[in-house]
């Protein structure tokens, strides 16, 4: 995968939960292979300098290292099939099995404060991922605790910077059984596929302190993050003051086209934001949508969202689920 172009690259179990239940058409899912070889690759830390994370490259950025990731599980699905053991490549086109659980599975990151999002100590959050699914005999990696929740703990930046305000600024929270920083999905949806002036959106991804590249001085903060906790909150307070996360006009290679009624043509503007340093860091309301209200797994008509009630919904701490846990004991 290394030799192909990727960035990143682990395996793990293809644990069940990891599966997909059905098909798009309906057709339940059984999970058919026992390992899963997950890889990353970089959506390009130069051109994220250049862009505002929410302007034209935002979602061709994304679909390069989709595509990539793609073209790269093909070839080595392909190969593994040649040497007698069964393959899937597992892709954003088509996959039968959550991605997330299996980066986390194979040691690439840990989630992080954006939500459903693995962050990666070298690339950050920049990356897209892909799988190949097989029984070819793998030795697997083993998650990593590289101090990320601590620091997502004392940092608000990418909260602080979405333009929708989807990220949370509160506590981490239980949902669906798992302790994580709940984003407002519906929000950051609703922006990425309306966003008036920028195709998408990846804004918290541009602004973390993590995406950075394997310079010197990121290798001096990498190292400082992981070994000293008590550095975290001072590191990301530098960040700001340096002011990472802003334009780099210089880095700007692209022409900004927008595809209106079947014609390429200029945008009408452009998103080019500066950083929001004075934004009050103050947690919001989050639509929680937990499994009970989602559309079932094989619905094949639309399935309208009570978001009203969704805002209602008080999920429970992640200290209470613990205490909970320990009386039932
Ligand atoms: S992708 Fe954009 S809208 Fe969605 S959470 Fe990130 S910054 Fe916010
Ligand atoms: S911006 Fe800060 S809080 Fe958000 S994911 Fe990055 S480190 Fe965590």
Known sequence: MYYLGTDLAGACEAKPYAWYSHQDDGAPIAPYHRSAVVMLVDQGFETMEGASGDDWISGAQSMRAYMRGGEICGIVAAFIRTL?????????ADSDVLQLPLVLLAG???LSRIGELVLNPYVGPRFKSAVVTTDLPLQWDRPIDFGLQDSCSKCMKCARECPCSAISFG?????????????????????RVTNPHGSACGRCMKTCPYNHEGLLAHRAFLWAAIHLPWARRWIVQLDDRIGNGSINPAKTWWTDLEIVEGKVVAPRGTNRRGLALDKALKPQKIAYYPAAVMPPPDAKQSFPVDRKAALTVAPESPAAARARKIERR
């Not at 007698?84 to 954003?92: D, H, K, L, V």
């Not at 506590?171 to 922006?191: H, I, L, Q, S, T």
Request: with cysteine; proline share 6%; hydrophobic share 30%.
């Open 171 to 191: 506590d981490k929270v239980m949902f669906n059984g798992y302790e994580m920083w709940k984003p407002d999905v519906e929000r950051c949806a609703r922006y």
């Open 108 to 110: 690439l990151g840990e």
């Open 84 to 92: 007698g053991w069964p393959a899937r490549s597992q892709t954003n």
